[in-house]
């Protein structure tokens, strides 16, 4: 797993909040389904954020200052200004937007379980997690 998980995991997040933005919207309530969108694209910027910094701070020759610090002043007061205005402004339920910024957790887990299972991760394991001798 390299950083092209992570891009993996915003995408499907992305596509996953946009289907339920479509299917809640519909079924059930539009303004809940917004902060459910809201909250998943917002999760998706700050993971976005996240793999910028370690990748600009891990870099084997010069970091680079100025883009550290731009990526710094974007995410810390502008990211999460635009979260907090977001729940202050109280255009959707809270809830809605915690379920949304939590979709990204559940894709890393479904996506961690699924390349485990493809790659044959679980056939020497037991569902205790001990190691299976033989």
């Avoid at 539009?30 to 370690?54: D, E, H, K």
């Amino acid at each position: 797993m390299g950083l092209d998980f992570i891009n993996r995991v915003i995408k499907t997040t992305l596509l996953f909040g946009a289907i339920v933005f479509l299917f809640g919207s519909y079924y059930f309530d539009w303004i809940y389904s917004l902060g459910i969108f809201t909250g998943a694209l917002w999760g998706c910027a700050n993971l976005w954020f996240i793999r910028q910094f370690v990748v600009n701070y891990i870099t084997a020759g010069n970091r680079d200052a100025g883009r550290l610090a731009l990526f710094a002043l974007i995410k810390f007061p502008v990211l999460y200004g635009l979260g907090f205005l977001t729940l202050w402004l109280g255009w959707f339920p809270v809830v809605s937007f915690v379920i949304g910024f939590s979709l990204i957790f559940l894709v890393v887990v479904l996506k961690a379980l699924g390349l485990l299972l493809t790659e044959g991760g679980l056939k020497n394991f037991n569902l205790i997690g001990k190691r299976v001798e033989g």
